[in-house]
């Protein structure tokens, strides 16, 4: 048995398979985001071991015989977290978040220098890790200097499962502070940033085994203390793996928290003019590009609970099919955004309002914001080379055949939903524990998954919805002229 891990910023999900890779059960626990002043986020880690302690609990009495037969852990997460550790391994201040905009100087300051562009690969976004040790640097001196370990949120689990300051590659390579194409910490980096390699966890493959479980841990469940810990990896390079995405050309839409258009790439090549990400995928010598935007689905919760309804609710005001754009254009900015604008301070905005407007044109304009933001997102992909015929849909809101068969129709390609089953990052750790506890290849492994059913690009809506764009497009310079 192998059981999958992934720690989202809304909840902690665990999956336990088998050897096959077969769902067997799962278990879902909320996590709580603190935001203190605007634009920060943060959590507590002590909360993400207590929602990993309710999941084993809940795993433990609905398949006992099961879970005792575990082989190896894998480990996702939002990536880009900072939590900091002292010399005795204590937590000195809460972890701040990927979606926190607080470094967005910090971040500035780093990006001026091009030698971050050149050996991360990747623009210093705000959210990224090294910017933010900088603010606390400057902003709390004192907890800076008692800094001994730094470690991104799920590796932080790691940690509290097996002792080991240790992480995979796909997930460092969103610091700053990693040669991308070297999969290795770069000193260079480091010094730059005020920071040293003593200070970084060992790196690992996302399915080279990173340690075992102490033996609090083994004792409490009635594990082994041989059961494996791999490096595991960030969330989409791990949901990549969920749906055997690894081949050039092989992409998807996630539309969740955060919405993630993702590309799979036989190199390294990275185009960080274009604000595209370029990561190193879970897999070894693979990498992976993506455009992402901060607020998706967060849009949609956000509207659901300013109307006092629930996001379904809201949702099945639309139907299944899309009919042409509304009136109100929506800018989903409500966290700032990273693809294509790299900027922290913008913020969202309703345009187009009528005193007739009611609950069904926001979502509508809600949903044509998100769907628009991703269209950013794939021209900054294919200005990069970057060719997608046709993505998978993956995350909460792509059980609205609305919204997908409309981004579906703004991007040109036919988007293929998965049959019902478990297909997310919690799976995809789970599939890297496979390979590294059998040495099977990933191939063989992290397979496709069948499709139900495809939704095309609806041609007759296309230039109707390229000029709703247009006018979408339009508003962003005159928006920053307000934040």
């Not at 990693?178 to 000193?187: L, N, Q």
């Not at 390699?197 to 479980?213: A, F, Y």
């Not at 993630?260 to 370029?278: C, D, N, W």
């Not at 926001?362 to 269209?375: D, I, P, R, S």
Request: one cysteine or more; proline letters at 5%.
């Amino acid at each position: 048995m192998y059981l999958g891990l992934d720690l989202g910023t809304s909840g902690l999900r665990a999956v336990l398979v088998d050897g096959e890779g077969g769902v067997l059960a799962a278990s879902d626990q909320a996590l709580h985001v603190a935001h203190p002043h605007s634009g920060w986020s943060e959590q507590d880690p002590a909360d993400w071991v207590a929602a990993t302690e309710r999941a084993l609990d809940a795993l433990k009495q609905s398949h006992p015989k099961e879970l005792a037969a575990l082989r190896a852990i894998g480990l996702s997460g939002q990536m880009h977290g900072a939590t900091l550790l002292d010399a005795a391994n204590e937590v000195l201040r809460p972890a701040i978040l990927w979606n926190d905009t607080r470094a967005s100087a910090e971040a500035a300051a780093m990006d001026g220098d091009p030698e971050f562009r050149v050996i991360s690969g990747n623009i210093v976004f705000p959210g990224f890790t090294a910017p933010k040790l900088s603010w606390v640097k400057a902003h709390e001196p004192e907890v800076f200097a008692r800094v001994a370990m730094v470690l991104l949120p799920k590796d932080y689990l790691r940690f509290w499962l097996t002792g080991d300051h240790a992480s995979d590659m796909s997930d460092s390579a969103g610091t700053s502070w990693m040669d991308t194409g070297k999969r290795a910490w770069s000193e260079e980096l480091l010094d730059k940033a005020g920071m040293r390699l003593d200070q970084m966890p060992r790196l690992v493959e996302g399915s080279e085994v990173s340690g075992t479980l102490r033996r609090e841990v083994a004792e409490r469940w009635g594990l082994s203390e041989n059961v494996k810990v791999v490096g595991g990896g960030g969330d989409n390079s791990a949901s990549a793996c969920g749906v055997g995405c690894f081949d050039e050309g092989d992409g998807f839409v996630s539309l969740g928290t955060s919405g993630v258009l993702l590309a799979a790439k036989s190199g390294f090549s990275p185009s960080p003019e274009t604000a595209v990400h370029t990561f190193c995928h879970s897999v070894p010598e693979t990498w992976y590009q993506m455009g992402v935007i901060l607020a998706a689905t967060d849009c949609l919760n956000w509207l659901a609970a300013q109307t006092g309804t629930k996001p379904a609710e809201l949702s099945e005001l639309l139907g299944d099919r899309i009919d042409g754009p509304g009136t109100i254009r929506f800018l989903p900015y409500l966290s700032g955004e990273r693809t294509p604008h790299n900027d922290a301070r913008i913020r969202g905005a309703f345009v187009g309002l009528s005193i007739g407007d009611g609950h069904k044109e926001l979502t509508q304009a809600v949903m044509e914001g998100v769907a628009f933001a991703l269209k950013d997102n794939h021209e900054a992909l294919k200005a990069t080379g970057t060719t997608l015929n046709r993505l998978l849909a993956i995350g909460g809101g792509s059980k609205s055949d609305y919204w997908v068969e409309l981004i579906a129709t703004l991007l040109g390609v036919p988007i293929d939903l998965p049959e019902k089953g478990e297909f997310g990052a919690a799976l995809g750790a789970a599939r890297l524990a496979i390979v590294g506890d059998t040495g099977a290849a990933p191939s063989e492994v992290m397979t496709r998954p069948a499709v139900a059913r495809t939704i095309a690009p609806r041609a007759d809506l296309a230039h109707a919805y390229d000029t709703a764009y247009a006018q979408y497009r339009a508003l962003y310079p005159a928006l920053k002229e307000f934040t």
